[in-house]
Nanobody, 124 residues
Framework: QVQLVESGGGLVQAGGSLRLSCAAS????????MGWFRQVPGKEREFVAV????????YYADSVKGRFTISRDNAKNTVYLQMSSLKPDDTAVYYC?????????????????WGKGTLVTVSS
Protein backbone atom coordinates (compact mmCIF):
# COMPACT_ATOMS: atom_id res chain seq x y z
CA GLN A 1 0.00 0.00 0.00
CA VAL A 2 1.40 3.35 -1.04
CA GLN A 3 1.50 5.97 1.70
CA LEU A 4 2.72 9.49 2.20
CA VAL A 5 2.91 10.44 5.86
CA GLU A 6 3.57 14.00 6.96
CA SER A 7 5.02 14.93 10.34
CA GLY A 8 6.59 17.87 12.12
CA GLY A 9 3.60 20.14 12.43
CA GLY A 10 2.76 21.92 15.65
CA LEU A 11 2.33 25.24 17.37
CA VAL A 12 4.97 27.91 16.89
CA GLN A 13 5.18 31.63 17.55
CA ALA A 14 5.36 34.11 14.72
CA GLY A 15 8.93 34.46 13.53
CA GLY A 16 9.74 30.88 14.48
CA SER A 17 10.67 27.86 12.40
CA LEU A 18 9.43 24.35 11.77
CA ARG A 19 10.56 21.51 9.55
CA LEU A 20 7.97 19.25 8.03
CA SER A 21 8.78 15.78 6.76
CA CYS A 22 6.93 13.59 4.29
CA ALA A 23 7.91 9.93 4.40
CA ALA A 24 6.90 7.73 1.49
CA SER A 25 6.37 4.01 1.74
CA UNK A 26 5.01 1.25 -0.43
CA UNK A 27 7.11 2.17 -3.43
CA UNK A 28 10.02 4.35 -4.32
CA UNK A 29 9.25 7.96 -5.06
CA UNK A 30 12.67 8.85 -6.35
CA UNK A 31 11.28 9.33 -9.88
CA UNK A 32 8.36 11.52 -8.80
CA UNK A 33 8.33 15.28 -8.50
CA MET A 34 7.08 16.03 -4.99
CA GLY A 35 5.19 18.99 -3.66
CA TRP A 36 3.86 20.65 -0.55
CA PHE A 37 0.44 22.23 -0.35
CA ARG A 38 -1.62 23.79 2.41
CA GLN A 39 -5.23 24.36 3.23
CA VAL A 40 -7.04 26.57 5.69
CA PRO A 41 -10.46 25.28 6.74
CA GLY A 42 -13.09 26.79 4.50
CA LYS A 43 -10.59 27.76 1.82
CA GLU A 44 -9.16 26.02 -1.21
CA ARG A 45 -5.99 24.03 -1.01
CA GLU A 46 -3.04 25.98 -2.41
CA PHE A 47 0.36 25.22 -3.81
CA VAL A 48 3.37 25.91 -1.59
CA ALA A 49 6.48 24.35 -3.14
CA VAL A 50 7.62 21.64 -5.53
CA UNK A 51 10.89 19.83 -6.15
CA UNK A 52 12.02 17.78 -9.12
CA UNK A 53 12.88 14.12 -8.72
CA UNK A 54 16.51 14.82 -9.52
CA UNK A 55 18.72 17.90 -9.90
CA UNK A 56 16.89 19.57 -7.02
CA UNK A 57 14.98 22.06 -9.16
CA UNK A 58 12.48 23.93 -6.99
CA TYR A 59 9.61 26.37 -7.33
CA TYR A 60 7.76 28.25 -4.61
CA ALA A 61 4.56 30.17 -4.19
CA ASP A 62 5.25 33.88 -3.95
CA SER A 63 3.82 33.92 -0.44
CA VAL A 64 6.57 31.65 0.91
CA LYS A 65 9.50 32.48 -1.36
CA GLY A 66 12.58 33.31 0.66
CA ARG A 67 11.12 31.83 3.85
CA PHE A 68 10.46 28.17 2.98
CA THR A 69 12.85 25.61 1.53
CA ILE A 70 11.85 22.29 0.00
CA SER A 71 14.35 19.45 -0.19
CA ARG A 72 14.39 15.70 -0.59
CA ASP A 73 16.45 12.67 0.34
CA ASN A 74 15.70 9.98 -2.22
CA ALA A 75 17.68 7.39 -0.28
CA LYS A 76 15.25 7.90 2.61
CA ASN A 77 12.18 8.36 0.41
CA THR A 78 11.54 11.60 2.29
CA VAL A 79 10.73 15.18 1.33
CA TYR A 80 11.16 18.10 3.70
CA LEU A 81 9.79 21.60 4.03
CA GLN A 82 11.89 23.93 6.17
CA MET A 83 9.74 26.86 7.20
CA SER A 84 11.27 30.00 8.69
CA SER A 85 10.03 33.47 9.62
CA LEU A 86 6.61 31.97 10.07
CA LYS A 87 3.56 34.23 10.05
CA PRO A 88 0.06 33.68 11.40
CA ASP A 89 -1.11 33.54 7.76
CA ASP A 90 0.96 30.37 7.38
CA THR A 91 -1.42 28.55 9.71
CA ALA A 92 -2.91 25.63 7.77
CA VAL A 93 -2.90 21.89 7.30
CA TYR A 94 0.12 21.05 5.18
CA TYR A 95 -0.02 18.18 2.71
CA CYS A 96 2.62 16.51 0.60
CA UNK A 97 1.92 14.95 -2.76
CA UNK A 98 3.57 13.07 -5.60
CA UNK A 99 2.66 13.89 -9.17
CA UNK A 100 3.43 13.42 -12.81
CA UNK A 101 5.30 16.63 -13.44
CA UNK A 102 6.39 19.79 -11.68
CA UNK A 103 4.11 21.89 -13.87
CA UNK A 104 1.13 19.71 -13.03
CA UNK A 105 1.95 19.74 -9.33
CA UNK A 106 2.10 23.55 -9.31
CA UNK A 107 -1.42 23.51 -10.78
CA UNK A 108 -2.50 20.69 -8.43
CA UNK A 109 -3.19 18.48 -11.43
CA UNK A 110 -2.29 14.85 -12.19
CA UNK A 111 -1.48 14.11 -8.57
CA UNK A 112 -1.04 10.42 -7.94
CA UNK A 113 -0.68 10.38 -4.16
CA TRP A 114 -1.64 12.66 -1.28
CA GLY A 115 -0.69 12.50 2.35
CA LYS A 116 -3.23 13.10 5.10
CA GLY A 117 -1.66 16.32 6.29
CA THR A 118 -0.07 17.84 9.36
CA LEU A 119 -1.36 20.92 11.15
CA VAL A 120 0.82 24.00 11.51
CA THR A 121 -0.41 26.75 13.80
CA VAL A 122 1.44 30.05 14.03
CA SER A 123 0.48 32.27 16.93
CA SER A 124 0.89 36.03 16.87
Amino acid sequence: QVQLVESGGGLVQAGGSLRLSCAASGRTFSNYPMGWFRQVPGKEREFVAVISWSLGITYYADSVKGRFTISRDNAKNTVYLQMSSLKPDDTAVYYCAAGQSMTALRRMQDIDYWGKGTLVTVSS
